[in-house]
């Protein structure tokens, strides 16, 4: 594996949280493949979730956290920038435009379904009207949620179904045009419809943008990925192509999980 | 049996005790609005209180709540803000918690004293402005505690979701948090505005009361509660049923303001 094909690497990466004497995740070495899905899998507590929220820094939302190791995030040169380095309210913005994250309950913020995705552009220093109509349009047509919602832009994103919510929250992340998209067990709150709905979505972003997803559904991490980790309680136990880590895993516990003995 | 019985016994006994309560109430409601109207005429809200009428003592009493709400307001949501979302929970917001908890039960005749050592006494005599300062201090604690519960009830993966975004903090809070909870806050805010303009105590020796009309903030300002206070303790009939229309009044505005915040509240949810 090279660098040219990654667009983030984790290295020996630990993290601790604020108050905890031990950290939750322990020397972590993973890579995250450009134009791939790569999913996290695990128990829960195996710090999947963790491990994710530290790839574009929303931890640090809470006080008193504690990084270590290396987290780089490729440009198109091939160079990376350790994120955990980053320091500045400026480079945390860049960061986030580059890392959009979706999480497990739909967030759309109090505004219009409109507002909802130019609110990111804006956030960005977008100031031209038309470029944020154009984008906006894009991102929701991306997030194959234009045709629900072109005819009612200005009424409130609060009355939109949980999926619909859903959507409209990748059509933010989307607007931004990001390298790397994050999903925290995007489709647990949804129903089987809209899952698959978010799913297909899924699919149809990679070729734009690198995704990573955090799933309890074994079945999710087969259909989507192309690359599966596996962790447990703080290790990174086993990383490969998702047709190996299923069907030949080298490490007992992964199969011991996969198989649903546990967890 | 013998539960049967305690069972009939318990649902007599407390719905004797809800007709006692609502009695009083329905009682004090159709005294006041029968007195009240029997009292009121157009002239009574054309007229300063020199000439029989409640004109001045609506306005003054208004001004002086608007004024406090415009400090009260600005204040209170900035504490409750800063409480909810910048000060990490720590040992200052416990502190500042308690504090405010118990200004908000502070009797309101105390906030009037303490308001008179600080801007009567020093100042040479009542004043307007020594009036607005005691009902925003009542008003502050209320507001704070308000935005406090408000802002705790939004969702935490919503500042999530705006810091994902690239929002900075203060960003967040006042284009996000604050916006979701904007309904709650706003009734509260109402609902303190309906407690305060209700209030006598702490007018009654800061800025008392006057007979004409005037906006002159330096000068002892009209009130309408306190003028109530005054007039139901004179003897002839003309002041105490001025003093029935004018509560009558007060009574229909403190209910309309909260008649207009519960509708907020049901409207929006």
Sequence with gaps: MTTDTMIMEVKDFSFTYAGASSPSLKKINLPIEKNKITALIGPSGCGKSTLLRSMNRIHDLYPGNHYEGEIRLYDGDGKGGNILEIKKENDFIKLRQDVGMIFQKPTPFPMSIYDNVAYGLKLAGIKDKSEIQGRVEKALQDAAIWGETKDRLKESAMGLSGGQQQRLCIARAVALKPDVLLFDEPTSALDPISTGAIEELIAELKKDVSIVIVTHNMQQASRLSNYTAFMYLGDLIEYGKTDKIFLNPSVKLTEDYITGRFG | ?269
């Design chain 2, 1 to 269: 049996m013998n539960r049967l019985f305690l069972n009939k016994a318990i649902l007599m006994l407390s719905t004797l005790s809800a007709v006692i309560g609502l009695g009083f109430l329905l009682w004090i409601l159709i005294t006041l609005s029968y007195k009240g109207i029997m009292s009121l005429h157009w002239s009574t809200f054309t007229n300063d209180l020199v000439e029989g009428g409640i004109r001045n003592l609506l306005v003054g009493q208004f001004t002086m709540a608007l004024m406090a709400s415009a400090i009260a307001v600005p204040i209170g949501m900035l504490a409750g803000i800063y409480l909810r979302e910048y000060s990490n929970n720590g040992k200052l917001a416990a502190v500042m918690r308690n504090l405010s908890d118990v200004m908000m039960s502070a009797p309101s005749i105390v906030i009037g004293v303490f308001v008179f050592a600080l801007l009567v006494d020093p100042f040479g005599g009542y004043n307007g402005w020594a009036g607005i300062v005691a009902l925003a201090i009542m008003m502050i604690p209320i507001i704070i505690s308000t935005t406090d519960n408000m802002l705790s009830l939004v969702p935490q993966e919503l500042r999530e979701a705006g810091m994902a975004l690239g929002g900075s903090k203060h960003k967040i809070i006042l284009q996000i948090v604050v916006k979701a909870a904007k309904v709650g806050i706003t009734t509260g805010v109402l609902l303190s505005f309906a407690r305060i303009i209700g209030e006598t105590a702490p007018l009654l020796f800061t800025s008392a009361n006057n007979q004409f009309f005037t906006m002159d903030l330096t000068e002892q300002f009209p009130s309408l509660t306190v003028s109530i206070y005054n007039l139901a303790t004179y003897p002839d009939e003309a002041s105490r049923e001025l003093a029935w229309a004018a509560s009558f009044v007060l009574t229909m505005v403190v209910l309309l303001i909260n008649l207009v915040g519960r509708f907020i509240t049901r409207s929006k949810k």
